[in-house]
């Protein structure tokens, strides 16, 4: 069974450009969540997605959005990159109904200059 | 406000020696509790998770926690550590009730284990 996948890898850019992150859940979750993990911050809650729906949000600005497509499959979006945007980003699937864990994809590091 | 808290930022061990990573919550109702693992430059991986029933699960790697209700707490535990074992270890706990269901994060704890 595949696992949680996250592209790309790595991404460089340059302030104020805009960044897009993507997620592939595992197969038959519903659920997508996307943290942003920067350095001696620990993981911050960023968006929760469930059968296309935002259902929650974390405390960070509008610049940070995202979607979830009809196959589940997310996407996240970094608007006017700041430099303290620089972080890991991990994204995780789970069942929503179900009390189950989420299983992580290996993250994307966003590195802004 | 819910809350997951723990306490050592850096937990340091001897190879061989037990180890115990602290976690307290402030959540209402009959939460979920998790930990995860989180090794250089990866993912988060799923250790082991509390829903209901014997307060003391096993999970993945030989590790296992105790869930204490009165003080609201989920340590972490393994009666021998490994070097291996040295990784970032984080608690989570999920919320039950209503629609809101999102995991609340600890801050993490580093573990080094020392040979």
């Known amino acids: 069974e595949a696992g949680v996948t996250q592209s790309p890898t790595h991404l460089i850019k340059t302030r104020g450009q805009q960044a897009t992150l993507r997620c592939s859940p595992i197969s038959g979750h519903t659920s997508v969540y996307w943290y942003q993990q920067a350095l001696g911050l620990g993981l911050q809650f960023l968006l929760w997605?469930?059968?296309?729906?935002?259902?929650n949000r974390g405390n960070f600005p509008p610049r940070f959005s995202g979607r979830q497509f009809p196959n589940y499959s997310s996407e996240l979006n970094v608007n006017a990159l700041e430099l303290e945007d620089s972080a890991l980003y991990l994204c995780?699937?789970?069942?929503?109904?179900?009390?189950?864990?989420?299983?992580f994809g290996q993250g994307t590091r966003l590195t802004v200059v | 406000a819910q809350s997951v808290a723990q306490p050592e930022d850096q937990v340091n061990v001897a190879e061989g020696n037990p180890l115990t990573v602290k976690c307290t919550y402030s959540?209402?109702?009959?939460?979920?509790l998790f930990w995860y693992v989180q090794y250089p430059n990866r993912g988060l991986q799923f250790l082991l998770k509390y829903i209901t029933g014997d307060n003391l699960v096993k999970g993945s790697y030989g590790f296992e926690a105790e869930f204490n209700k009165s003080q609201t707490s989920f340590h972490l535990k393994k009666p021998s550590a490994l070097v291996s074992d040295s990784a970032l270890y984080f608690c989570a706990v999920r919320h039950n009730a209503g629609n809101n269901r999102k995991l609340i994060w600890g801050l993490g704890t580093s573990l080094a284990v020392n040979p």
């Open positions: 959540v209402s109702g009959n939460p979920y």
């Open positions: 997605y469930d059968e296309g729906e935002e259902r």
């Open positions: 995780a699937s789970s069942f929503y109904r179900m009390a189950v864990e989420a299983f």
